[in-house]
């Protein structure tokens, strides 16, 4: 998706708000939120046509929709059916990946990476996560997610966090839609492929890079948890509560049909707002269906899956007092286009910026790395 919120092109520019969730929604269903601005927002782009729209008025927010309240267990899968509450990311099914996983190795564990990326320090081995999910789901609205409170545990989270600021390659995106130049309100960046037979050096339009090992390893532990498969990385560094998300689904057709997007919060803690499509008048009820907020804190996983990215959008709205948070999402892309835009929206063609440790700030690097070809 693409991003808009906070581009240069006018004072009012903060207040759009993106949604390719709207395409989605059912036939006959009562339009969702009138219409002057809405630019889709996110870490992907569709090449669909925009519906403008105009971010609406605040809503009052409710607590979560929380039906079970999560008092049983994670099943870690790959235990040999034995239920933990805890793992680490080491003790993995020697059987995992399987021969068909949608993540085809690259050429080399360093694969077009513009900067040194290193394995991971000897703090960060192993990671801890506890598992013990609250389940969210609710059928007449399709909110379906499972959210772990510090799944991660709090040595290895931060210890990660440290990590991925000092050693990954950030990007602070400018694009176009429309004639109008959008400046990405966060740093992000991405790793990984499609799922296609297309061979990593196959790409004409951008050059994908391989999942750093960190984020390998913690994918395979994240895949053994939720069952689930993925083949791209994707990061966000809010720096402050300036940086921002404004409302998306994540619902391109290049991740396929209820797309299962695990999401995990590091650092400070920041609200996840959702908003369900058609949230003044849900066509089955005919009743306004409240904002859900949740509180993601160090350590946090959040994950959407079944109809979630079709009737309902998520955002990290700015906050004042808010301080840096890094978003680790994965995902599974089953196109070539996938790539090519994951790419284009989450490095770009810009120069890289690297944290600067001494200065506790990002710095932008001069030479532009070739992430994505003119
Ligand atoms: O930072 C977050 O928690 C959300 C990020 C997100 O929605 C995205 O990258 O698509
Ligand atoms: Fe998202």
């Known amino acids: 998706m693409k991003r808009s919120s906070d581009s240069t092109i006018s004072p009012r520019s903060s207040k759009r708000q993106a949604s390719l969730a709207a395409f989605l929604k059912p036939k006959n269903a009562p339009s969702p939120i009138n219409t002057k601005i809405h630019i889709s927002e996110g870490n992907g782009q569709e090449d669909k046509p925009i519906v403008l729209d105009d971010g609406e008025k605040p809503e009052p927010l409710k607590s979560i929709t929380t039906l079970d309240k999560g008092k049983g267990k994670a099943v870690d899968l790959h235990q040999n059916g034995t239920a933990k509450s805890t793992a680490t990311d080491l003790d993995l099914d020697p059987a995992w990946p399987p021969p068909q996983h949608p993540y085809h190795s690259p050429p080399n564990t360093t ?3 513009p900067i040194v990326i290193p394995p991971p320090s000897p703090s960060l081995q192993p990671m801890r996560f506890n598992l013990n999910p609250k389940i969210v789901h609710n059928p007449t609205t399709d909110l379906d997610l499972v959210y772990y409170k510090s799944f991660i545990d709090k040595s290895s989270s931060k210890e990660l ?185 989450n490095v770009g063609k810009g120069s890289l910026h690297r944290w600067d440790r001494e200065k506790g700030e990002m710095k932008e690097v001069e030479v532009s790395d070739g992430g994505v070809k003119s």
């Not at 991925?164 to 740093?187: D, E, F, Q, S």
């Open 111 to 113: 694969y077009n990476h």
């Open 161 to 345: 966090m440290s990590f991925l600021l000092n050693n990954l390659p950030w990007y602070r995106v400018k694009y176009m839609v429309r004639g109008m130049n959008i400046n990405t309100p966060r740093y992000t960046t991405v790793f990984g492929k499609d799922s296609t037979d297309i061979p990593w050096s196959g790409y004409m339009k951008c050059r994908p890079r391989a999942i750093p090992e960190v984020l390998e390893r913690l994918m395979r532990k994240v895949e053994q948890v939720t069952s689930s498969q993925f083949n791209f990385c994707l990061v966000n560094y809010y720096s402050s509560g300036n940086d921002s998300i404004s409302y998306h689904s994540d619902s391109e057709s290049f991740l396929g049909p209820n797309p299962t997007i695990a999401s995990l919060t590091l650092g400070h803690p920041r609200d996840f707002l959702l908003r369900h499509i058609n949230h003044k008048n849900h066509p089955r009820t005919g009743n306004s269906v409240a904002v859900e907020k949740f509180v993601l804190e160090d350590g946090d996983m959040v994950v959407m899956k079944g109809k979630t990215q079709h009737e309902w959008e998520h955002s990290i709205p700015k906050r004042k007092s808010a301080k840096g948070r890094i978003n680790i999402t994965f995902r599974k892309g089953i196109v070539k286009y996938a790539t090519e835009n994951y790419y284009n929206y």
